[in-house]
């Protein structure tokens, strides 16, 4: 779907103190622009619903509760997803950015923990499906922290390497943590299967936590379905015979790293998790 085809690129509401949501262009000079202080929810408005509500809202309420902010006014899914179909409609489908951040400004020190929050509204775009040429950066590492399973609205580490990725004229990159473990992708969690049994980086090796992660892994774990959820060195998932990354608008697959050339059939069952809202 292009971006234009609803007659705008992007558009922004800001909502301040349990205030109504209004559009327009937020103040430049808040804590989310200058420290990086909040968080944010990337989400699918898909026939009126927005998907995952329920895990997204449990992500986002835990993100809250580990950055110490105050999320007692914080818009409810329900109250989103009125306000989105009545500007909207309830057939568009769109890429809804949820950011919440500490009101005041202060310096390091917050004045507060009451909240603003933020809507970008952009149409919904499916994933690339098979991305045929991935890495495993030697220069940009993970950190790990009691919030880097959170997703912070301080998310540079994904912007230079993703970046870098574009400079290598590749489809995907692979971070690994300052341990050395491997710890997600770009802009994704990562998975890999082997002799028919999945696995995926623990969230103590600095991923986030996906809420397509967490979907996966209950289907899985419903089907009893073999999954190791560990640390794992490189070498793990360059002997894999079948790498995918996932995020909140689906599945991809990755065919190469380096020498390493993966399966890329789509896995129906997972695939299915993604089909409706």
């Keep these: 779907m292009n971006?234009?085809?609803?007659?705008?690129?992007?558009?922004?509401?800001?909502k301040e103190?349990?205030?109504?949501?209004?559009?327009?262009?937020?103040?430049?000079?808040n804590r989310g622009f200058l420290f990086g202080d909040g968080l944010f929810e990337t989400m699918a408005f898909?026939?009126?619903?927005?998907?995952?509500?329920?895990?997204?809202?449990?992500?986002?309420?835990?993100?809250?509760?580990?950055l110490g902010l105050d999320s007692s006014t914080l818009t409810s899914i329900p109250e989103l997803?009125?306000?989105?179909?009545?500007?909207?409609?309830?057939?568009?489908?769109?890429?809804?950015?949820w950011n919440v951040f500490r009101?005041?400004?202060?310096?390091?020190?917050?004045?507060?923990d009451m909240i603003s929050e933020v809507l970008q509204i952009q149409a919904f775009a499916l994933p690339v499906k098979i991305k045929k040429n991935g890495y495993i950066s030697d220069s940009i590492q993970v950190p790990f922290s009691p919030w880097s399973h959170c997703k912070t609205l301080n998310a540079l580490t994904y912007v230079m390497a993703?970046?870098?990725?574009?400079?290598?004229?590749?489809?995907?990159?692979?971070?690994?943590?300052?341990?050395?473990?491997?710890?997600e992708a770009g802009a994704a969690n990562v998975f890999w299967l082997k002799n028919h049994r999945f696995y995926?980086?623990?969230?103590?090796c600095g991923g986030i936590a996906g809420v397509a992660r967490k979907i996966i892994l209950n289907k899985l774990n419903?089907?009893?379905?073999?999954?190791?959820?560990?640390?794992?060195?490189?070498?793990?998932?360059?002997?894999?015979?079948k790498v995918f990354t996932s995020n909140v608008t689906g599945i991809s697959y990755l065919e190469r790293i380096g020498d390493s050339v993966f399966e890329v059939s789509p896995i129906d069952f997972l695939e299915s998790l993604f089909g409706q809202p």
């Design 81 to 97: 997803e009125k306000l989105l179909a009545e500007k909207f409609g309830t057939v568009t489908d769109l890429r809804i950015r």
């Design 200 to 204: 995926t980086p623990s969230l103590a």
């Design 17 to 29: 103190k349990g205030n109504p949501w209004i559009q327009e262009t937020p103040q430049m000079l």
């Design 222 to 241: 419903a089907l009893q379905i073999p999954i190791v959820v560990d640390a794992f060195r490189p070498e793990a998932i360059l002997e894999a015979d």
């Design 3 to 14: 971006n234009t085809m609803f007659g705008f690129e992007s558009i922004v509401w800001f």
């Design 103 to 112: 009101n005041g400004l202060g310096k390091y020190t917050p004045e507060t």
């Design 162 to 183: 993703n970046r870098e990725r574009r400079q290598k004229e590749m489809d995907e990159v692979i971070l690994l943590s300052t341990d050395g473990f491997v710890s």
């Design 46 to 66: 898909l026939r009126g619903k927005i998907r995952f509500s329920e895990m997204h809202w449990e992500r986002l309420t835990e993100g809250c509760g580990t």
